[in-house]
C-alpha cells in the first residue's frame, strides 16, 4: 500500500523568505500524481500543485515550485517570497494514474507560519 | 466560490441524535468523495461515488451512511454516533476519466462534535 509521510508538522518563515516543505512517500507504482494542498484557517482545501510521475520537469505555479526526486520518493514543495497569506496547513498527497482509482493517500500535514 | 458547498458548517450532536450532511458541487463532476479529517492524522478516505454508484467504502461503521442521489448532490446520514466521531468532515469531487487532470476540489467541511 502506498504511504506518505511529511515529517515537519510545522514550520516557521519570515514574510519574504524562501521556505521548503518536506514529503516522501512509498510506491511500487511507476505511474501516479503528486499534490500539494493548502488548507487555510477557513478550512477549504486548495490544490497549490500537481506533478505527473511521468515528468521529469519539476511543477512550478508562480511563487510555489516543486522538487520532484522519483528515485528518492521525495516531493517537496518550495515557497519562495512568503506572505501571510500563505500561512496554512499544507498537504502532501498521493494518487494512482489510471481509470477505477480513486484514493488519494495524504500526509499528516505541515503547518506553515509566517513571521512579519 | 469554490464550486463544492458543504451545510452545516458546525454540527453539535448528541449520540442518540440522527443528523445528515449535505454535499453540493456545481463542477459538473463524475465523482464524489466523503473524507474525516482529525487532528495529527492523516485524511482518511470514507466513501467515494462514481456516476451515483458507491466505488468505495473504506471499513467505515454503520453509523455512517452515505447517499448519493445524483451526480451533484451527497449525503452522509448520521446516527448513534461516538464521541471519537468528532471530526471535520469533508466532501470533495473530481472529474475522473480525463486522464490528464484529475484532481479534488473541496468543500469547507462539517465540523463536528458528538457529545
Known amino acids: 500500500a502506498q504511504t506518505v509521510t511529511q515529517s515537519q508538522p510545522e514550520m516557521s518563515v519570515q514574510e519574504a523568505e524562501t521556505v521548503t516543505l518536506s514529503c516522501t512517500y512509498d510506491?511500487?507504482?511507476?505511474?501516479?500524481?503528486l499534490f500539494w494542498y493548502k488548507q487555510p484557517p477557513s478550512r477549504q482545501m486548495i490544490l497549490v500543485i500537481r506533478q505527473e510521475a511521468y515528468k521529469q520537469q519539476n511543477a512550478t505555479e508562480n511563487r510555489f515550485s516543486v522538487n520532484f526526486q522519483k528515485a528518492a520518493k521525495s516531493f517537496s514543495l518550495k515557497i519562495s517570497d512568503s506572505q501571510l497569506g500563505d500561512a496554512a496547513m499544507y498537504f502532501c498527497a498521493y494518487r494512482s494514474r489510471g481509470s477505477g482509482t480513486y484514493k488519494y493517500i495524504f500526509g499528516t500535514g505541515t503547518r506553515l507560519k509566517v513571521l512579519a | 466560490e469554490t464550486g463544492v458547498t458543504q451545510t452545516p458548517r458546525h454540527l453539535v450532536m448528541g449520540m442518540t441524535n440522527k443528523k445528515s450532511l449535505k454535499c453540493e458541487q456545481h463542477?459538473?463532476?463524475?465523482?464524489m468523495y466523503w473524507y474525516k479529517q482529525s487532528a495529527k492524522k492523516p485524511l482518511e478516505l470514507m466513501f467515494v461515488?462514481?456516476?451515483?454508484?458507491?466505488?468505495e467504502n473504506n471499513s467505515v461503521p454503520s453509523r455512517f451512511s452515505p447517499e448519493c442521489p445524483n451526480s451533484s448532490h451527497l449525503f452522509l446520514h448520521l446516527h448513534t454516533l461516538q464521541p471519537e466521531d468528532s471530526a471535520l468532515y469533508l466532501c470533495?469531487?473530481?472529474?475522473?476519466?480525463?486522464?490528464?487532470?484529475?484532481?479534488?476540489?473541496f468543500g469547507s467541511g462539517t465540523q463536528l462534535s458528538v457529545l
Open positions: 510506491t511500487s507504482e511507476s505511474d501516479y500524481y
Open positions: 461515488y462514481s456516476l451515483e454508484e458507491r466505488v
Open positions: 470533495a469531487s473530481s472529474q475522473e476519466g480525463a486522464a490528464t487532470n484529475e484532481k479534488l476540489f
Open positions: 463542477l459538473g463532476h463524475n465523482a
